[in-house]
C-alpha cells in the first residue's frame, strides 16, 4: 500500500501488568500498519482481547513489549495534549453529559487547541460545525445531551472526536446497542469521513457483515491471541474467519453470503424454478433454514415453481406422487413441508 503510514507498531505484547508484577499476555509479536484514508475493523470473538488491543495502540494503556510508532515518532514520547491533537478515541462507556447541549460536548473536541480558559475562536466554532455538518447532527446543536437517541447520541460523540481534527480517529464498538438503519448509518459516515479528511478509522465491531461491507482493510483477533489482516475477502477465501468464529464447527459457514447457519436435518432434497430471482433466492434461504437440501437437478424428489404475476407471488410444490400444493406465502410452503 503507497499511502502514508499513520501508525505502526513492531515486535508489540499486550496483556496486564498484574499488582504482583506478573504479567499476563494477550498478544504478541504484533507487527501492524494504518494507512492513511482507510477504515480498518477489528474484529473477533469476545474475550479475544480487542479492548485491550484498542486501549495499548492509543497509549491508554502499556504495552508489556514492543514499540508503538506514530508517523516518525515513539508515541510513549508524544505528550498528552500533542497526542490528543493526532488521535481522537469514542470509547463504548459515554462520558457523564447531564446539563450540556450538543454543541458544548462537541465542543469539548477543540480543547487541546484553546488556550486556558477553553476560548473558542473562529477557527474552533468553524471546526465543530464542520463536524455538526459531516455527522448530520446539525439540527441537534441546541438540544441537551441526555434527551437524545442512541443513534443521536453516538453521531454526537463521532462528531466530538472528528472536531479534534486527528489523523487518527479510534472507536470501540461504535454500534453496539443501535439498530440495523442507525448501525449502517454510523459505517456509512465513517466511510465518507475517511474520504473526505484522508485520515485513518479504526474500529472494533462484533457487526460481521457490515465490517466485511464496508472495510478496506479486517484485523482479526483469533481466541489464542493470533493477529491476521488483510482485506475482508482474503480473510474469508483463507478460511480464517471462518476458523475464528466457528473452532467447534457447530455451525455451517455460506462462504459466498459470508455467513453462519445452524445445521438441520438433512434428509429431503428440492429443487426450485422460477423467473423470479428475488424469490428464488429467498425461497432456497427458507428450504436451507429447516435444513433441507436445494439441488439443482431436475430429478430432485421435491420440486418448487415460483411465479410472479403483477407482484403476487405463488408457490407450487410437486413431487413424491403427491398432488401438486400451491401456496400463497413461504410460511405457508415451508410449514407443510416441515411435515414432509
Known amino acids: 500500500m503507497n499511502t502514508p503510514i499513520i501508525l505502526h507498531t513492531h515486535g508489540l505484547t499486550v496483556g496486564y ?11 504478541s509479536g504484533i507487527d501492524l500498519e494504518f494507512h492513511q484514508g482507510t477504515l480498518t475493523c477489528l ?5 479475544a482481547g480487542k479492548s485491550t488491543l484498542l486501549r495499548t495502540l492509543i497509549g491508554l494503556q502499556r504495552p508489556l513489549a514492543g514499540e508503538i ?21 469514542v470509547l463504548t462507556e459515554p462520558p457523564e453529559t447531564d446539563h450540556m447541549t450538543v454543541f458544548d460536548l462537541v465542543s469539548l473536541g477543540r480543547h487541546p487547541y484553546t488556550n486556558w480558559l477553553g476560548k473558542l475562536e473562529s477557527y474552533d466554532k468553524e471546526a465543530i460545525f464542520n463536524a455538526l455538518d459531516l455527522t448530520h447532527a446539525n439540527a441537534l446543536a441546541s438540544r441537551q445531551v441526555h434527551t437524545l437517541s442512541d443513534g443521536e447520541r453516538q453521531k454526537v460523540m463521532i462528531a466530538r472526536a472528528i472536531a479534534q481534527e486527528p489523523i487518527l480517529m479510534v472507536l470501540d464498538e461504535p454500534t453496539a446497542f443501535l439498530d440495523f438503519p442507525h448501525r449502517i448509518d454510523i459505517l456509512h459516515m465513517l466511510k465518507t469521513l475517511v474520504l473526505r479528511k484522508n485520515c485513518a478509522v479504526l474500529l472494533s465491531t462484533h457487526d460481521l457483515e457490515l465490517a466485511l461491507n464496508t472495510a478496506d482493510t479486517i484485523l482479526l483477533m483469533d481466541q489464542d491471541g493470533s493477529l491476521s489482516h488483510g482485506a ?7 478460511g480464517r474467519y471462518q476458523q475464528a468464529f466457528n473452532p467447534s464447527g457447530k455451525f455451517e459457514f455460506d462462504p459466498l453470503n459470508a455467513s453462519f447457519h445452524i445445521p438441520g436435518h438433512q434428509g ?19 428450504f436451507e433454514r429447516i435444513g433441507w437440501i436445494v439441488d ?9 415453481y415460483v411465479k410472479n404475476e403483477g407482484n403476487e407471488y405463488t408457490w407450487e410444490l410437486s413431487g413424491c406422487e403427491r398432488n401438486k400444493q400451491n401456496f400463497s406465502s413461504i410460511a405457508q410452503l415451508i410449514a407443510f413441508c416441515k411435515n414432509i
Do not use: F, M, Y
Open 69 to 89: 510508532w506514530l508517523h516518525d515518532l515513539p508515541l510513549k514520547s508524544i505528550p498528552t495534549r500533542e497526542l490528543s491533537k493526532l488521535i481522537s478515541i
Open 296 to 304: 439443482e437437478s431436475p430429478s430432485a424428489p421435491h420440486c418448487v
Open 232 to 238: 475482508p475477502e482474503d480473510h474469508i477465501l483463507s
Open 268 to 286: 429431503n432434497h428440492v429443487s426450485i424454478v422460477g423467473d423470479d430471482l428475488l424469490a428464488r433466492h429467498w425461497t432456497q434461504h427458507a
Open 17 to 27: 501488568h498484574e499488582k504482583n508484577a506478573a504479567k499476563t499476555t494477550i498478544a
Open 43 to 47: 474484529i473477533g470473538p469476545n474475550g
